[in-house]
């Protein structure tokens, strides 16, 4: 969960932001970063601070899904390798051709090939890597998963 309500009974939005700052000093101090404030609310006679300490987002941005994914034209032709944190979404922009490129000029409509990863940084990795590999190679990785090229996307929206 990214915020973290404290009650704060009898304290001022002011004074609720000054003792957060505070906080944040002597976290800084420890070796902790210092929380960030998204929001005040006053629910009767507390004050609500809502914040997110950063290394929390940072470990909660670790656990996102991102997607390697190869578009086909047809079995056998054009191939597309992108990357996505949105699989569903993306894919729908290929078929739509609702953004101008490569799959749209060469008709790449089909997902024949995805895999998924926490980590961005893997993922892109990953992509470079199959955009280096020979094509026999991706065709046969895509062979090896889905051996009569049939179209992924169906699945994942399900």
């Known amino acids: 969960m990214l915020a973290n309500p404290i ?3 009898g304290l001022t939005n002011q004074q609720g932001r ?3 700052e505070r906080t944040g000093k002597l976290r800084s101090k420890l ?3 210092p929380p960030i ?3 005040v ?3 009767g006679s507390f004050l609500l601070d809502l914040f997110v300490i950063p290394d929390l987002i940072r470990d909660l941005n670790q656990m996102k899904n991102y997607y390697i994914y190869m578009m086909a034209s047809k079995k056998d032709g054009v191939l597309y390798i992108g990357v996505t944190n949105n699989l569903a979404r993306r894919v729908y922009e290929h078929k739509q051709e609702i953004i101008d490129g490569f799959s749209k000029r060469y008709f790449t409509k089909r997902l024949v090939y995805f895999e998924n990863t926490s980590n961005i940084d893997s993922a892109i990795s990953r992509e ?3 955009k280096r590999w020979k094509r026999d190679w991706k065709i046969e990785l895509i062979e090896e998963n889905n051996p009569g090229w049939k179209d992924l996307y169906f699945e994942i929206i399900n």
């Open 37 to 39: 404030t998204i929001g």
């Open 41 to 43: 609310l006053r629910t």
């Open 31 to 33: 070796g902790w970063n």
């Open 18 to 20: 000054r003792r957060l």
């Open 128 to 130: 470079k890597q199959l």
């Open 7 to 9: 009650l704060r009974p």
